[in-house]
């Protein structure tokens, strides 16, 4: 008898303490040159937990891109929105592409980037919140049955400055 109850005792303790364990969140880590988290005062959590801001500019998109999406690199959905979240705690700050390709965000297996279409233009900028339009394009557009998320949209208003969610394993 004492054997069993030691043992049930055990496997009690052992599924209360996996029940209240804290969640773990993947860490949101800023593009080079963007501001981090802690001079914005947030943390992965916070950018995990917040609601996505409603944008009422999601549909009137005005950049001449076709926006597309995705099913060859996908990331899962929750990473996506905590760059999101991300890009849009930075509103003002400019989202610059000067050559090729810039990461503005990874978060878990999202990356969040942006291309310079048009590369003989010198550098393709927009603000973050514009960039943040087009993440919120592909997660609202491009989301498949099993939350995954993938595709490319150009910032709000600038056909130059296109920005794609992607796998950071995506090569």
Sequence with gaps: MFAFTTVFSLVATTITF????????????????????????????????????????LNARSANFDAECFTFTTA?????????????????????????????????????????????????SSPCVDVSYAVQWIFTNCVDGSGRVGGADAAFGNGDLV?????????
């Design 18 to 57: 996996v029940q209240s364990s804290p969640t773990i969140y993947p860490d949101v880590i800023p593009g080079p040159g963007f501001p981090t988290l802690e001079s914005l005062n947030l943390t992965s959590k916070d950018l995990y937990t917040m609601k996505p801001p409603f944008n009422s500019s």
């Design 76 to 124: 899962d959905i929750s990473n996506t929105i905590a760059c999101y979240n991300y890009l849009a705690s930075i509103p003002n700050n400019a989202c610059t592409v000067p050559g090729d390709n810039v990461v503005f965000c990874t978060a878990g297996d999202a990356s969040i980037g942006g291309s310079n279409l048009h590369q003989t233009a010198g550098a393709a």
């Design 163 to 171: 920005v794609g969610v992607y796998n950071v394993n995506w090569v």
